[in-house]
T-cell receptor, first 113, second 114 residues
Framework: DTAVSQTPKYLVTQMGNDKSIKCEQN?????MYWYKQDSKKFLKIMFS???????INETVPNRFSPKSPDKAHLNLHINSLELGDSAVYFC????????????FGEGSWLTVV | AQSVTQPDIHITVSEGASLELRCNYS??????LFWYVQSPGQGLQLLLK??????LVQGIKGFEAEFKRSQSSFNLRKPSVHWSDAAEYFC????????????FGAGTRLFVKA
C-alpha cells in the first residue's frame, strides 16, 4: 500500500507537448504539494493545496496547472513543455500545515527532448 | 524570509566512523526543523524533526540532531555509519502552525567507504 503514489514514474516527451502527472495519497491528509527537484538535487516547492484550495503558488510559469479534484488527489498538467522542465517532480502530502511531517511520493522523472 | 544552508555538498566517511552533517537556517521566529533522507531513485523520508522542548532529538536509523538557537544550527549526527546510510540528506525548515511552505536545503550527499 503506497502512501503517496504518482504516475508515471518515467516520462520522455518532446518539446512543445502537453503532459500530466497524477498523484494520489491514501493517508487521509488534507494538504498536498508538488515539488520540483533539478539535476543538482535542489528541491523547490511549486504548489500547495489545502482542502482542495490553492494556498502556495511559487512563481511557477502558468504552463504548469495543478488540479485537485478532491483532498486525496493533486494532478499536475504541463503545457508546451520546454527543455528546462526536465526534472524530477515529487508529489507530497501532510496533515495540516508544514509543521507536520511531509510524506513524499517516489517521484516522476520527466525528460524533455 | 526563511532559508536553509547545508554547507557541505558531499561528505565521505568510513563505515563505522561517526558522522555530522551541518545545517544552518534563517528564520524570524522559532522554526520547525526537519531532516529528510533520499535514497537513490526514491522520494524523501523523514529522519527526525524538532518543534520545541528538548534540543536534542532522536530519529530513526540511529540518527540524532541538536538544535542550537544561538548558532541557528540543526546538525545531524550518527555515532557509527553503516554502508546503507549512503544517500542524500536534506535539512528543511517550516513555519509551523498555520504555514504551508517548507523550505529545503540543497542537500548533502553522503558516501560511505568500506
Amino acid at each position: 500500500d503506497t502512501a503517496v503514489s504518482q504516475t508515471p514514474k518515467y516520462l520522455v516527451t518532446q518539446m512543445g507537448n502537453d503532459k500530466s502527472i497524477k498523484c494520489e495519497q491514501n493517508l487521509g491528509h488534507d494538504t498536498m504539494y508538488w515539488y520540483k527537484q533539478d539535476s543538482k538535487k535542489f528541491l523547490k516547492i511549486m504548489f500547495s493545496y489545502n482542502n482542495k484550495e490553492l494556498i502556495i503558488n511559487e512563481t511557477v510559469p502558468n504552463r504548469f496547472s495543478p488540479k485537485s479534484p478532491d483532498k486525496a488527489h493533486l494532478n499536475l498538467h504541463i503545457n508546451s513543455l520546454e527543455l528546462g522542465d526536465s526534472a524530477v517532480y515529487f508529489c507530497a502530502s501532510s496533515l495540516g500545515d508544514s509543521g507536520n511531517t511531509i510524506y513524499f511520493g517516489e517521484g516522476s522523472w520527466l525528460t524533455v527532448v | 524570509a526563511q532559508s536553509v544552508t547545508q554547507p557541505d555538498i558531499h561528505i565521505t566517511v568510513s563505515e563505522g566512523a561517526s558522522l555530522e552533517l551541518r545545517c544552518n537556517y534563517s528564520y524570524g521566529a522559532t522554526p520547525y526543523l526537519f531532516w529528510y533522507v533520499q535514497s537513490p531513485g526514491q522520494g524523501l523520508q523523514l529522519l527526525l524533526k524538532y518543534f520545541s522542548g528538548d534540543t536534542l532529538v532522536q530519529g530513526i536509523k540511529g540518527f540524532e540532531a541538536e538544535f542550537k538557537r544561538s548558532q541557528s544550527s540543526f546538525n545531524l549526527r550518527k555515532p557509527s555509519v553503516h554502508w546503507s546510510d549512503a544517500a542524500e540528506y536534506f535539512c528543511a525548515v517550516g513555519p509551523g502552525s498555520g504555514g504551508f511552505k517548507t523550505i529545503f536545503g540543497a542537500g548533502t550527499r553522503l558516501f560511505v567507504k568500506a
